[in-house]
């Protein structure tokens, strides 16, 4: 945040020169049709399917935005990868600390979430 305010806060275009990028994203980012069916078999009978879904989406979609917004106001020119953005030598130290702790706390907790699918998926075929 303080990048962004030593930069002069523009607003981002909404979406880039190209909306395949976002799609990508927007869609197969979140991967419910992976994790939700497992999820219902885990789960207690008395958690509401809709609102564990919904609410879990929004959250999710709010830190995305979140860390988009962030993100374009913590560098000039952002190409279309943020994340090479903010690991590059152009970027404080910091930065590139915090960029790179990102990259792996996020593909450290969906290793979790792909092991219960794949334990789910093996039970119920009796491959387990």
Not at 6 to 31: I, R
Not at 60 to 66: D, E, K, P, Y
């Amino acid at each position: 945040m303080a990048e962004g305010a030593e930069n002069g806060f523009d607003p981002p275009a909404a979406v880039g020169s190209d909306a395949a990028d976002v799609l990508g994203v927007a869609v197969f980012n979140f991967g419910l049709c992976l994790t939700v069916p497992s999820w219902m078999n885990e789960k207690m009978g008395t958690v509401s399917v809709n609102k564990v879904t919904w609410g879990a989406t929004l959250l999710a979609l709010a830190t995305f935005v979140a860390l988009g917004l962030l993100g374009a106001a913590a560098v000039e020119l952002p190409s279309a990868d943020i994340l090479s953005d903010l690991t590059s030598d152009r970027a404080p130290t910091l930065t590139r600390l915090a960029a790179f702790v990102f990259g792996i706390v996020i593909l450290g907790l969906g290793i979790p979430v792909n092991c219960v699918v794949v334990k789910w998926a093996a039970s119920r075929n009796s491959l387990a």
